[in-house]
T-cell receptor, first 115, second 114 residues
Framework: AQSVAQPEDQVNVAEGNPLTVKCTYS??????LFWYVQYPNRGLQFLLK??????LVKGSYGFEAEFNKSQTSFHLKKPSALVSDSALYFC?????????????FGSGTQLTVLP | EAQVTQNPRYLITVTGKKLTVTCSQN?????MSWYRQDPGLGLRQIYY???????DKGDVPEGYKVSRKEKRNFPLILESPSPNQTSLYFC?????????????FGPGTRLLVL
């Protein structure tokens, strides 16, 4: 079965400190992985994706993610957190079954950046 | 401005009263999808459409219907809503090219079924 897991429901970090939001995946074949962010009362916004190539992917708002095939992980990172980064973050995996292209989402991680 | 719009944004209804949530995108995307978001469960796909007149079930299709008569519109229909369909609903779209495309999400529709 193809799945993603976000092991932490909540992550708290002080402003200016580095942040990491964890994601692990399970898939047969090559994974297509995504990170989305949801601000309060808003829809999801795309942050970044890994399809192939460099294991370090850079995205919007200074975020980056590190793909690690041996650990089947795709952790989201930012060198210096801002209070405005506080939001709900979702990792997603594109399923490869049949001809459809469907995303499987993790359960989400609430990031709180403390001033 | 490229966007996905949903209406209504908030809806309170009663069990059994048919309702439709509209979704429209202005990006000429082939792929559209409906998700529901519930606490602790992330987003789960209800239905998706790969193009006009082509729809298929997602992971949680029971109690829902969709149609895709035009490329830009993908309404979600609840023929007989029940309280377990109380949720936050998102419509999304993306182009149908290499498969690695990000999806664009609408602002969400919060539904309460009494």
């Amino acid at each position: 079965a193809q799945s993603v897991a976000q092991p932490e429901d909540q992550v708290n970090v002080a402003e200016g400190n580095p942040l990491t939001v964890k994601c692990t995946y399970s898939v047969s074949g090559n994974p297509y992985l995504f990170w989305y962010v949801q601000y309060p009362n808003r829809g999801l916004q795309f942050l970044l994706k890994y399809i192939t190539g460099d294991n370090l992917v850079k995205g919007s708002y200074g975020f980056e993610a590190e793909f690690n095939k041996s650990q089947t992980s795709f952790h989201l990172k930012k060198p210096s957190a801002l209070v405005s980064d506080s939001a709900l973050y979702f990792c997603a995996l594109r399923r490869t079954s049949g001809s459809a292209r469907q995303l499987t989402f993790g359960s989400g991680t609430q990031l709180t950046v403390l001033p | 401005e490229a966007q996905v719009t949903q209406n209504p944004r908030y809806l309170i209804t009663v069990t059994g009263k048919k309702l439709t949530v509209t979704c429209s995108q202005n990006m000429n995307h082939e792929y559209m999808s409906w998700y529901r978001q519930d606490p602790g469960l992330g987003l789960r796909q209800i239905y998706y459409s790969m193009n006009v007149e082509v729809t298929d079930k997602g992971d949680v299709p029971e109690g829902y219907k969709v149609s895709r008569k035009e490329k830009r519109n993908f309404p979600l229909i609840l023929e007989s809503p029940s309280p377990n369909q109380t949720s936050l609903y998102f419509c999304a779209s993306s182009p149908w090219t290499s498969g690695g495309e990000a999806q664009y999400f609408g602002p969400g529709t919060r539904l309460l079924v009494l």
